[in-house]
Structures are given as structure tokens and as C-alpha cells.
């Protein structure tokens, strides 16, 4: 387990990176902070939470962890994030841009109607939710262009 949490870990921070290198552009002048409940700060004190989960784009879901450890329950970072932003990678040029507050709450509207699934490397459980069931205006979809 321990093994699984530093690869997972690794992977988060890649895409920190690669959405750091995205605001600058912005010149938004962001930080990585890596706090629990956000992981990037820009000049305008706006926080932002990085998920990845390149399994989206082959299934069409997207997984929000509501449970980070169920042996302990302790609480998912759809629970516990206090960012304002949530930006969701479903591979190193496409990801989504969502105001958390809203779509968690959009989420928690409608938690009944979509399947709790624990993962299978870790004491997670998420709730998964296809990704075109989520309203357009909560999870808007982005891709990285390259620079010429």
C-alpha cells in the first residue's frame, strides 16, 4: 500500500507541474503548496486542487474520492478540499476546470443515483459519475495546446 501511495503521489505531482506551467502562461504568478485541501495558490489567492485520472478517457467516468481511507474513514478530498478550483486531468493535454463549491454540491444533489466504488490499490472510495452526466456549465473541458 505504501508503494501504491508514492506512485499515486508521484503521479499527482506531475500534473501539479504540468498545470503550473498553464497558469504561468497566465502570468498568475502560482505556488505549489501541496496543503491538504489544495495544492496550487495563484497571485490572486485562488486555490486549486489537481486530480488526474487517465482511466476517463477510456471509460467515459470520472472519481471523486469521497472516502480517502475506508479502514479509518477518514474523509475524501471531494470532502475535505477547501480549493476553489478543481482541475481534473484525463491525460497530460486534456483536463477540466470546475468551481469545486459548486460542483460538490451539485454531486452531493445527486450521489444516490450514481454507483460508491472502492479502488483496487487503495482504501478509497469513490463516486463515480460519467462524465457527460455532469453539467456542462460544472466541468468545463480544456485542452493544452502546444507552443510554436
Known sequence: MIQNFVKDKDFGEKYERIFLSELLKLDLKPVIVNAKGHDLVDVNGLKYEVKSDTYTSHNGNAAFELISNKFVNSDG????????????????????????????????????????????????????????????????????????
Open 77 to 148: 478530498w471531494l470532502i475535505y478540499s477547501n480549493a476553489d478550483v478543481l482541475i481534473y486531468f484525463i491525460s497530460e493535454k486534456e483536463y477540466y476546470v470546475s468551481n469545486l463549491r459548486k460542483l460538490r454540491a451539485w454531486l452531493f444533489s445527486v450521489e444516490d443515483f450514481f454507483e460508491k466504488k472502492p479502488t483496487s490499490n487503495s482504501g478509497a472510495i469513490n463516486l463515480i459519475v460519467p462524465v457527460d452526466k455532469i453539467p456542462k456549465k460544472l466541468f468545463v473541458k480544456r485542452v493544452i495546446k502546444n507552443e510554436v
